[in-house]
T-cell receptor
Framework: DQQVKQNSPSLSVQEGRISILNCDYT??????FLWYKKYPAEGPTFLIS?????DKNEDGRFTVFLNKSAKHLSLHIVPSQPGDSAVYFC??????????????FGKGTKLSVKP | DTAVSQTPKYLVTQMGNDKSIKCEQN?????MYWYKQDSKKFLKIMFS???????INETVPNRFSPKSPDKAHLNLHINSLELGDSAVYFC???????????????FGEGSRLTVL
C-alpha cells in the first residue's frame, strides 16, 4: 500500500517552460514533505521542503505547493533548465524534520528538460 | 570532498555469501541511516542510528546487521545473501531536529548489490 504516490513516472518539458511534478499521499498524519532530486549513479539530494502549517514554500526557481484537504503536493520549476533533468522523489514524514529517518518515499518522476 | 561516502559502489556476488557495505560521513551528523531502493524504485528505510545507538529497525531480515563503530560510520553487513537482496543501498545522515534544521537527509551515492 503506497502512502506516497507519484503517478507520473516521467515528464518531458521544453527548456524555459514550467515543470510541474505531482505527489499524492494517503496518511493524514504526515506533517512534513520533502522533494529530493537524483541524478544517475548519485544519491538523492534534498531540494525543498514544506511543513503542513504552510501551503507554499519557494526557493529560487523551485516552489512547492501543499493542498492538505486534497492530500496533494506539487513541485513547480520555472523556468526549467536542461540541468534539471533528473528523477524527483517526493517524501513525507509524520515526524517533523524527518530526522528520525522514517521518511516515506514515492517512486519518483523522471523529468527530461529538452533544449 | 564527499560528505557521505559508501563503498563499494558496485558489488556482484553469489547467493549464500556474506558481504559488507561501508558508509562514512564527514558532516559531523549524529544520525545515520540505511535505505534500500528496490526494483520498483521505492526508497525504504532499513535502519537508523543516533550516536551509535539503534533507533529504527524496520522489518528487515536478521541476515542484515548494521554496525556503528563510531557516529561517523555505519556499516551494513549481510549474511547468506539471497536473490531478493539485489537492490541499491543508500546510506544517509542528518542533523538532529532543532529550530534551525529541516532534518533533511544527506545521501551517499548508493551501492548497487547484485546477487547471482
Amino acid at each position: 500500500d503506497q502512502q506516497v504516490k507519484q503517478n507520473s513516472p516521467s515528464l518531458s518539458v521544453q527548456e524555459g517552460r514550467i515543470s510541474i511534478l505531482n505527489c499524492d499521499y494517503t496518511n493524514s498524519m504526515f506533517d512534513y514533505f520533502l522533494w529530493y532530486k537524483k541524478y544517475p549513479a548519485e544519491g538523492p539530494t534534498f531540494l525543498i521542503s514544506i511543513s503542513s502549517i504552510k501551503d507554499k514554500n519557494e526557493d529560487g526557481r523551485f516552489t512547492v505547493f501543499l493542498n492538505k484537504s486534497a492530500k496533494h503536493l506539487s513541485l513547480h520549476i520555472v523556468p526549467s533548465q536542461p540541468g534539471d533533468s533528473a528523477v524527483y522523489f517526493c517524501a513525507a514524514s509524520a515526524d517533523y524534520g524527518g530526522s528520525q529517518g522514517n521518511l516515506i518515499f514515492g517512486k519518483g518522476t523522471k523529468l527530461s528538460v529538452k533544449p | 570532498d564527499t560528505a557521505v561516502s559508501q563503498t563499494p559502489k558496485y558489488l556482484v556476488t553469489q547467493m549464500g555469501n556474506d558481504k559488507s557495505i561501508k558508509c562514512e560521513q564527514n558532516l559531523g551528523h549524529d544520525t545515520m541511516y540505511w535505505y534500500k531502493q528496490d526494483s520498483k524504485k521505492f526508497l525504504k528505510i532499513m535502519f537508523s542510528y543516533n550516536n551509535k545507538e539503534l533507533i529504527i529497525n524496520e522489518t528487515v531480515p536478521n541476515r542484515f546487521s548494521p554496525k556503528s563503530p563510531d557516529k561517523a560510520h555505519l556499516n551494513l553487513h549481510i549474511n547468506s545473501l539471497e536473490l531478493g537482496d539485489s537492490a541499491v543501498y543508500f546510506c544517509a545522515s542528518s542533523l538532529p531536529i532543532d529550530s534551525a534544521n529541516t532534518g533533511e537527509l544527506f545521501f551517499g551515492e548508493g551501492s548497487r548489490l547484485t546477487v547471482l
